[in-house]
């Protein structure tokens, strides 16, 4: 009669990879879900602008998609605003500024998108991609990285001129935020040889164990 204590030890030996196994295999797409259902009971205004301009000036999508790029869009009246600005500037007491601007501000502006769980495909300052009757006009090729509630924020990058000096400014535009869905298969194809890895690791455990089982 065999004794039960190597069976015991055999079956906790033989338990503990398959556990591993599945925690290392399931939990990221647990996390994904959960932060997926999370955020979509959540009522968030996707676009909120912190300057006095149309949120309508942003086009994005009303769902997005891990691993899955869309496009972005901003059409701004950089003519208008910079008038705006200007007015404002203009009609402020001696010695105060408006955001630290100063000077007159240029209708030629860049614009800046960034996100950190977005692999967006223009980084940095840009100069729009066309400009028809003081209306510019930006696009990116922006995807997500990961799901769950995830946020962009728009830049501009002003040019001021004051009497003979020429600087820059950079104020904030708009947040978008998004509630990315998970992409589980497409997780399992850019992380498979993390799978293959781990599937075969656990085969060579239970090889091993097998083994150890026959001997005894």
């Known amino acids: 009669m065999r004794n039960s204590e190597p069976e015991s030890g055999l079956n906790f030996n033989l338990i503990m990879p398959i556990a591993m196994l599945a925690v290392l295999l399931i939990v ?71 955001q630290g601007i100063s000077g007159v501000v240029s209708p030629n502006m860049k614009a800046e998108i960034a996100g950190d769980d977005f692999e967006i495909d223009r980084l940095g300052p840009q100069e729009p991609l066309s400009d028809f009757k003081g209306t510019s006009s930006w696009r990116w090729r922006v995807t997500p990285q990961s799901s769950g509630e995830q946020e962009l924020s728009f830049q501009l990058h002003l040019l001021m001129q004051n009497n003979a000096q020429t600087d820059t400014k950079v104020l904030g535009l708009a947040e978008a935020h998004f509630s990315v869905q998970s992409n589980t298969m497409e997780w399992i194809k850019r992380n498979g040889l993390l799978v293959t890895a781990l599937l075969s690791t656990l085969a060579a455990v239970l090889y091993g164990l097998r083994r150890r089982y026959v001997r005894s």
């Not at 059409?75 to 009609?91: G, P, Q, R, S």
């Open 28 to 98: 990221p797409f647990s996390i994904n879900s959960l932060m997926h259902m999370l955020t979509s009971k959540k009522h968030v205004s996707p676009v909120i602008m912190k300057l006095p301009v149309d949120s309508t000036a942003i086009t994005i999508p009303t769902a997005v998609k891990q691993y899955e790029s869309f496009e972005v869009t901003l059409n701004l009246e950089t003519k208008h605003l910079a008038k705006f600005v200007n007015e404002l500037v203009a009609t402020a007491s001696e010695g105060t500024g408006i």
